[in-house]
């Protein structure tokens, strides 16, 4: 991980949050929630909150609803360069402003000004990757088998929709949902996490700088999720909802959805494993292993969250690898030299700490870390845990935190298996120099992204999503714009016939 050189002051930090919108965002620009309510948001790395944001409530977020039911047909009518307009406007913005967007980031949710920085042209990217897929929306028109009726399907926007969306990468998770959304010609209900609202917030007033006409995204940040999202799902001008979070929540939403069989994306947890082969380049192995573990903070879905190492190589991957994580210089994301900032919050490091000491029961032993950072804030070392028994607890749970399991195996047979033994499914690495077993790894590991000899596998042109309980639908790539379109097919009489 990179880091920053220049010290960020007090006084920068309290005038762009003056500068953040901190209300609600409906059909008619801002306004406080109906009965006043506000949350603090707070900087993991003090404790202390550094802003107040209206707090949505159930009235509220009908009122969004409305809005964007009120502006679907309008927007859907727009043409398509129009739509692909905006959204590269929105691109250059937010590229424009890459230090506010990554200050805010680092301020509410903690990671380095540099994964910020990294974090900004990610999510910028996916503006401009559904600004080129606007214009390619297509249909087709053919002669039935028969050679009688002709047959013509179209592509129509799904409709309004109900973005949720997590705290982890508060701009990226966005805009991979409201750029494709954007780009099919869908209105949208933004619920960012409670947890991390202002680069949402101050997302969304660049995209009204960029031409996004009222209505079109609404913003509801709240901490009375339920009672706010609940009415919206069971009501029928909502189409479609997008949701990026916890497989445990993702499964009471997708039932929720049932009730009116609403169109659903599901981005849902993970539990990766991270495979090291004896004939891995090493070097590019930790290189990888460092990235996947380390990317966020270990605060991913896609995170390595299993290190399955061939005997062979497990002494000597074992030994560079804790090196590397020994080198992280854990401080406050805006100090100079930080490569990891705190944990989100509380609940999250008791999380971490009490999967180390349940992996410690079952027999690890710790190489590094291990133990919470004392004084403000909620940071946590990065530790590497080794002779890990491979039924240990710490490897059915998605740890969310900069922890690495090493797991030793001697046969591919026996890595593929514990590679699979997993409810879970969304992204695995593979490290091999022999390339027929890193095809075979990809066909075999029941995953929806593979990533062979690369630590990261996140990309705004390709299809993120997972198989098994990680979720349902792609985001990225070309398959994106689908999940926000409908396929409509209309039957025509013989135009030769009478
Ligand atoms: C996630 O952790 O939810 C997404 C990470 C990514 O896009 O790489």
Redesign the pocket.
């Known amino acids: 991980m990179t880091s920053e050189t220049t010290p960020v002051t007090a006084e920068r930090e309290r005038e762009l949050l003056g500068r953040v919108p901190t209300g609600l965002l409906f059909g008619d620009g801002w306004s406080a929630a109906e009965d006043g309510a506000t949350f603090p948001v707070v900087d993991p790395a003090t404790g202390q909150a550094i802003a107040h944001v209206a707090d949505a409530s159930p009235a509220d977020g009908a009122r969004a609803l409305d809005a964007a039911a009120a502006a679907q047909e309008g927007w859907a009518a727009t043409a398509p360069r129009e739509r692909a307009e905006i959204l590269r406007r929105a691109f250059e913005l937010v590229t424009a402003r890459t230090d506010d967007l990554a200050l805010l980031m680092t301020l509410e949710m903690g990671k380095p000004l540099a994964e910020s920085r990294g974090e900004v042209a990610?999510g910028a990217e996916f503006l401009r990757w559904f600004s080129e897929e606007a214009p390619r929306i297509s249909g087709r028109y053919a002669t039935a088998p028969d050679g009688a009726n002709r047959l013509m399907v179209l592509k129509r926007p799904v409709g309004p929709c109900l973005f949720i969306t997590?705290w982890?990468?508060p701009l990226?998770?966005a805009t991979?949902k409201i750029a494709p959304a954007i780009a099919a010609g869908c209105t949208m209900v933004l619920k960012p996490a409670a947890l991390t609202p202002l680069t949402a917030l101050y997302f969304a007033e660049l995209l009204r700088e960029a031409g996004l006409p009222d209505g079109v995204l609404t913003v509801i940040p709240t901490t009375r999720a339920g009672a706010v999202t609940a009415p919206l799902i069971r009501d029928p001008r909502l189409r479609k909802l997008s949701f990026?979070?916890s497989t445990e929540v993702g499964r009471r939403l997708i039932a929720d959805s049932a009730e009116q069989v609403l169109r659903v994306s599901m981005?849902l947890g993970?539990n990766a494993p991270f495979l090291v082969f004896d004939d891995a380049d090493l070097d590019r192995a930790v290189a990888g292993a460092v990235l996947a573990k380390m990317?966020?903070g270990g605060?991913?879905?896609?995170?390595a969250n299993r290190f399955l190492v061939q005997r062979g190589i497990a002494e000597r991957f074992t030994q560079a690898f804790t090196e590397r994580m020994r080198g992280f210089r854990v401080a406050r994301g805006t100090e100079p030299g930080s490569t990891m900032g705190p944990l989100v919050d509380e609940p999250t490091r008791t999380k971490v700490a009490e999967l180390v000491a349940g992996a410690v029961e079952d027999g690890a032993r710790v190489a590094l870390g291990g133990r919470a950072v004392d004084g403000p804030g909620y940071f946590y070392e990065p530790t590497v845990l080794t002779d890990v028994p491979a039924d240990a607890r710490i490897l059915d749970e998605e740890i969310f935190g900069p922890v690495a399991p090493i797991v030793v195996f001697d046969t591919e047979e026996e890595a593929v298996t514990l590679a699979n033994a997993t409810p879970f499914g969304l992204v695995a690495f593979a490290f091999t120099s022999d390339l027929n077993r890193g095809l075979r790894l990809a066909e075999r590991i029941e995953t929806g992204m593979f990533g062979l000899n690369a630590g990261?596998?996140?990309n705004p042109a390709a299809p993120?999503g997972g198989v098994k309980q990680s979720g349902l639908g792609r985001?990225?790539g070309f398959e994106g714009i689908d999940e926000y379109l409908e396929t409509r097919y209309v039957g025509i009489a013989d135009p030769f016939a009478g």
């Open positions: 990610y997590p982890n990468f990226a998770m991979r990026t979070g981005e993970g990317r966020n605060e991913a879905c896609v995170a990261v596998v996140s993120f985001e990225g």
